[in-house]
């Protein structure tokens, strides 16, 4: 079993003679929370939906668990254990919040046409449903409509559905986006418990929040690796702190504050 559970060699995706990402090469160790930053523009949320095949990559490879998924769908890498939020919460407004994970949790039915089955198939699913709802501090609001929730118990909702999939590796593109200071100390809290006996990936602007959760980070400027270390490492780099705030020769700690 290697070490490395996603792994990307010379991604790259162009749009018509645009190239967002460029000869991108990643390894995300088994187990670890590992930070995808950069500036504005840098091929973040491009190269997210080329791990989880929303977009399909002009050249390069990808493999995840030792399995070649580049020219995968995303429902089939979701099933292996590949899952991902999105920048905007995605949560069904009119259901309850209890509703929102149970209809994730059918996927472990396999079949189709869930929407439809009896009431008492459905409540089935309740016990871990609820269970999810305890783990994201959302006990509370499980009979909620979620479109009611706030913004950032949206993003816990979003987080608990994601984890109704069971995924061995979560890949979570901006988490804490325009959150509160409560919200952010909130979701960070949440990201270490849930990434227990997972492998996160997540792109996040938030550099304080980045410091905090992630043992390794990849910048990408332009969308290419600009750099890769601990945090301590990146921060120190003068190539990363040129991009983030336009120096030559940042003052010490530029970054550490951003």
Not at 18 to 28: C, D, E, M, Q, Y
Not at 51 to 68: A, H, M, N, V
Not at 90 to 106: K, T
Not at 169 to 179: Q, S, V, Y
Request: with cysteine; net charge neutral.
């Amino acid at each position: 079993m290697t070490d490395s559970i996603l792994e990307t060699d010379g991604l790259t995706k162009e749009f018509r003679g645009f190239i967002a990402v460029n000869g991108v090469s990643l390894k995300v160790r088994r187990g670890s929370i590992h930070g995808l930053i950069g500036p504005n523009g840098a091929g973040k949320t491009t190269c997210f939906n080329l791990l989880t095949k929303f977009l399909q990559p002009t050249r390069g490879t990808i493999r995840y668990d030792g399995r070649d998924i580049t020219g995968m769908k995303p429902a089939e890498v979701a099933r292996l254990g590949l899952v991902r939020s999105f920048q905007i919460s995605a949560v069904f407004p009119h259901l309850s919040v209890l509703e929102n994970v149970r209809m994730a949790l059918q996927r472990q039915r396999g079949g189709s046409f869930d929407f439809w089955r009896s009431d008492s198939l459905l409540r089935s699913f309740d016990d871990r449903a609820m269970a999810l709802l305890e783990d994201v501090g959302l006990t509370s609001y499980a009979r909620i409509a979620a479109g009611e929730l706030p913004y950032g118990r949206k993003r816990a909702l979003e987080i608990a559905t994601t984890m109704a999939m069971d995924p061995a590796m979560m890949l979570l593109d901006e988490p804490t986006a325009g959150m509160t200071h409560e919200d952010v100390d909130r979701i960070v809290a949440l990201v270490k418990r849930v990434s227990a006996g997972r492998t996160v990936l997540l792109v996040e602007h938030n550099l304080k929040v980045v410091s905090g959760l992630c043992d390794r980070i990849t910048v990408l400027a332009r969308g290419s690796v600009l750099a890769e270390g601990d945090y301590g490492e990146v921060s120190r780099n003068p190539d990363v702190v040129a991009a983030y705030l336009g120096t030559e020769a940042p003052p010490e700690g530029a970054m550490a504050h951003g």
